[in-house]
C-alpha cells in the first residue's frame, strides 16, 4: 500500500466497499491493515495505490488451503498473532 509519497507498507485487505464516515455515502475500495497494526483504506482500486502482492497468500487456519478465488479471499479474521495466524477464507 502505498502511505503517501514514495512510502510503501505491507498489509491485509480485510473488508472491501470499506464504509466510514465518507462524503455522499461513498466507498472506498479496500480497508487494509498494515503489518505495523494500523487500519487505513484505500481511496481508489489503482496500482499505484494498493496491489496485489506477488507473495503467495497464507494458508486459512480453518481448512489449511492457500487458494483463494476474487469470491473467497483470504482475509486477516482478526489482528491476534497467537496460536493461530489469523486468516481465514470469506466464506
Same mark, same amino acid.
Given at each position: 500500500?502505498?502511505?503517501?509519497?514514495?512510502?510503501? /507498507?505491507?498489509?491485509? =485487505?480485510? %473488508?472491501? &466497499?470499506?464504509?466510514?464516515?465518507?462524503?455522499?455515502?461513498?466507498?472506498?475500495?479496500? #480497508?487494509?491493515?498494515?503489518?505495523?497494526?494500523?487500519?487505513?483504506?484505500?481511496?481508489?482500486? /489503482?496500482?499505484?495505490? =494498493?496491489? %496485489?502482492? &506477488?507473495?503467495?497468500?497464507?494458508?486459512?487456519?480453518?481448512?489449511?488451503?492457500?487458494? #483463494?478465488?476474487?469470491?473467497?479471499?483470504?482475509?486477516?479474521?482478526?489482528?491476534?498473532?497467537?496460536?493461530?495466524?489469523?486468516?481465514?477464507?470469506?466464506?
Amino acid at each position: 500500500c502505498s502511505v503517501g509519497g514514495k512510502h510503501k /507498507r505491507h498489509g491485509t =485487505v480485510i %473488508k472491501t &466497499n470499506y464504509r466510514e464516515d465518507f462524503e455522499n455515502g461513498h466507498a472506498a475500495p479496500y #480497508q487494509i491493515q498494515l503489518d505495523e497494526g494500523r487500519y487505513i483504506y484505500a481511496p481508489v482500486d /489503482r496500482d499505484e495505490c =494498493v496491489k %496485489k502482492s &506477488n507473495v503467495p497468500p497464507p494458508s486459512c487456519w480453518i481448512c489449511f488451503d492457500n487458494e #483463494q478465488s476474487e469470491t473467497n479471499l483470504i482475509v486477516r479474521e482478526c489482528a491476534c498473532r497467537g496460536g493461530h495466524n489469523g486468516f481465514a477464507h470469506v466464506d
